[in-house]
């Protein structure tokens, strides 16, 4: 355990509160923490600003700022410092949305007791170190990944245009066993091409243009089934479209591919003939819930417990052909678009995917 003083900003515009605080903390462990005050959520910023904090212990109903704005205005404007939010009895439920908001903990006023806010905020030093080691471990494989996927590239490319100009030059005088290693070169050197540019896509999806904007699902999802069409034969598919689709915040590009990937898994597994796909949006909470369902053939139980995992596929490439990287792509985009994504599926029935995104506050 890290036993050097720790650095506490409290932010509570309530007196009683924050001195019980100060003060218990003091009578059980003296000189372990120090601690300042601010009394708006301006006031913090502005000490944030000026001076290093271990841990911010935050009130949420400040004079200032609404609780969502007060707790993002220090999460996004000090993301490397731990929050541990302050709340009353009846606010079980704020608290919750805190902790998704970004907090790392929170404490119940009414019953603040000394070795319960010290815990709080060891837990939350630790969590956020936890965090923050694993963020950066994520970025690195995701640079190594995109570096080898890069170099893969132009190689990859070299040997499909070799085999592609062996094929061509032989013309007819080709050997039979010749040309069925030929072909198998250049078969498998596309399936390596889509996989490269798969895990390029998705070590980049974080690079691609995040401003969140308001999307219009409706001509959105139109747009998608319309561009299916230049990869699937999607003739005689029936695509029922909900009208009009609920919007949503988001980012544009990254949002388009998620309803890319599960409209086409939804026309790739599902048969040609009395293919029906639907496309449905509710609001539950404060969330909006899209639905992507086929009629296709269907994932099992155990099966729709992985398919989220990167390369994870249940089918060989010659039945249908992928790489295995969409879902784990889109889950990616929703959770850090703070929504969540699952599937319900009975094989030989059909699937449905879903996926739930914040409404836009
Ligand atoms: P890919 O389609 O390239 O294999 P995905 O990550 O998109 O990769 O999907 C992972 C696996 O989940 C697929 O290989 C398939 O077995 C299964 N799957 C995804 N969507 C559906 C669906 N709509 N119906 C049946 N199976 C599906």
Sequence with gaps: MDTRQLSLLI????????????????????????????????AGVEL???????????DLSLPDSGPENTLKTFTEAFPMIPVVVLTSLEDEKLAQHAIEWGAQDYLDKST????????????SVDRKRIQTKLEQQNEELKNFAHTVAHEFKSPLQSILTAFCLIEESAGDSISAPLKKLVTLGVQSSERLSALV?????????????????????????????????????????????????????????????????????????SPREGRKISVRAETRENFVVYEIEDNGIGISPENQKRIFEPFFRVHRQEEYPGT??????????????????????????????????????
């Design 11 to 42: 932010v509570e515009d309530d007196n009683d509160h924050a001195e019980l605080i100060q003060s218990m903390l003091e009578r059980k462990a003296p000189g372990v923490y120090k601690s300042e005050r601010a009394t708006s959520a301006s």
């Design 48 to 58: 944030m600003n000026s001076k290093d904090f271990d841990v911010i212990l935050l």
């Design 112 to 123: 603040m007791r000394a070795d319960i806010v010290m815990r709080a905020i060891q837990h």
């Design 197 to 269: 540019n798969d895990i390029l896509a998705f070590a980049e999806s974080d690079l691609t243009d995040a401003t969140t904007e308001t999307i219009d699902m409706d001509p959105l999802v139109r747009e998608v089934v319309g561009s299916l069409q230049a990869v699937y034969d999607v003739e005689g598919t029936e695509f029922e479209i909900q009208s009009p689709l609920p919007s949503v915040r988001g980012a544009r590009p990254q949002i388009r591919q998620v309803m890319h990937n599960l409209l086409a898994n939804a026309v790739k597994y």
């Design 324 to 361: 295995g990287i969409g879902l784990g792509f889109c889950k990616g985009i929703i959770e850090r678009h703070g929504g969540d994504i699952w599937v319900e599926s009975e094989l030989g029935k059909g699937t449905k995917m879903s996926f739930s995104l914040p409404l836009e506050s």
